[in-house]
C-alpha cells in the first residue's frame, strides 16, 4: 500500500487549520502530522516531521509565509510547498513561484482544491485553484491560443514548445529529459531558446505565458 502524503498545516487562523485538517482526515491518501500558527513554530514542526508537503498561508504574524516558503525550501526541510491566501493579487502568485512554491490556493476556493494542490505537487507538477488561475489570465487582452497552433505562430518548434510546457508546469529539467528522453543539455537548450524567442525571463513569466495560451489545459 503507498504511504499517504504528509503535510504540515501553518497558518494563524485556528479555524482554516482545523477545516485543512479535517478535509484530510476525510482522505486515505492525505495525512496531516503537524500544525502551526506562526512562522517560528512551523520551522520547528517542519524540521521534526519533515512532511512531504508544508502548506503555508501568506500572512503570518511573525514573518511573511513566502519568506517562511523561500527558508524550508532552500534548507531542504520540506519537498514542496502549497502557499494559501486570502489575498486576491497575482503578485503574491509570482513572488510564490519565485521562492519554488509549487501550489497556490486561494482561501475562498472548494476545499477539494487544496487536497488537489497536495496531489499535484506530489506528482511533480505545478497547481494555481480555479480563481487563481482566472486571475492569471485576467490581464490577457486576445483570445486564448490552443496550445497545437500556438507553436509555429510564436516561432517555437514543436520539441521548444513541449519542453516550456513541462517547464511551467514545474517539473525540473531532471523529469523532463526522462519523460522526452533526451539530455538534459538538450533540455537546457531549448528552453533557453524558447525563453529567449518569447521574451520571457523568470519562471513567474513562463507561467503567466502558458497559462494566458491554454497551455496547462493541454493533454
Known amino acids: 500500500m503507498t504511504e499517504p502524503i504528509r503535510t504540515v498545516i501553518v497558518d494563524d487562523h485556528p479555524l482554516v487549520v482545523a477545516g485543512a485538517r479535517a478535509l484530510m482526515d476525510a482522505c486515505t491518501d492525505i495525512v496531516c502530522v503537524g500544525e502551526a500558527n506562526n512562522a517560528t513554530d512551523a520551522l520547528a514542526v517542519i524540521e521534526d516531521t519533515r512532511p512531504d508537503v508544508a502548506i503555508v498561508d501568506v500572512s503570518l504574524p511573525d514573518i511573511n509565509g513566502l519568506i517562511l516558503a523561500e527558508q524550508v525550501i532552500r534548507r531542504g526541510l520540506v519537498a514542496h510547498v502549497v502557499i494559501m491566501t486570502l489575498y486576491h493579487d497575482r503578485s503574491y502568485v509570482q513572488q510564490a513561484l519565485q521562492t519554488g512554491a509549487k501550489g497556490f490556493v486561494q482561501k475562498c476556493s472548494a476545499g477539494e482544491n487544496l487536497l488537489l494542490a497536495v496531489r499535484s505537487v506530489m ?82 513569466q513562463i507561467v503567466h505565458f502558458a497559462l494566458t495560451h491554454g497551455w496547462l489545459n493541454a493533454n
Not at 486564448?144 to 511551467?168: I, M, N
Not at 525540473?172 to 524567442?197: F, L, P, Q
Open 123 to 204: 506528482l511533480g507538477g505545478l497547481f494555481f485553484d480555479p480563481p487563481t488561475a482566472r486571475e492569471m489570465t485576467a490581464a490577457q487582452s486576445g483570445p486564448t491560443v490552443s496550445p497545437v497552433k500556438s507553436a509555429g505562430v510564436l516561432g517555437l518548434t514543436a520539441r521548444e514548445q513541449d519542453v516550456l510546457r513541462l517547464v511551467a508546469l514545474g517539473y525540473s529539467n531532471k523529469e523532463i529529459g526522462a519523460r522526452a528522453n533526451i539530455s538534459i543539455k538538450s533540455i537546457e537548450t531549448y528552453k533557453a531558446r524558447a525563453t529567449e524567442k518569447l521574451k520571457l525571463h523568470s519562471r513567474a
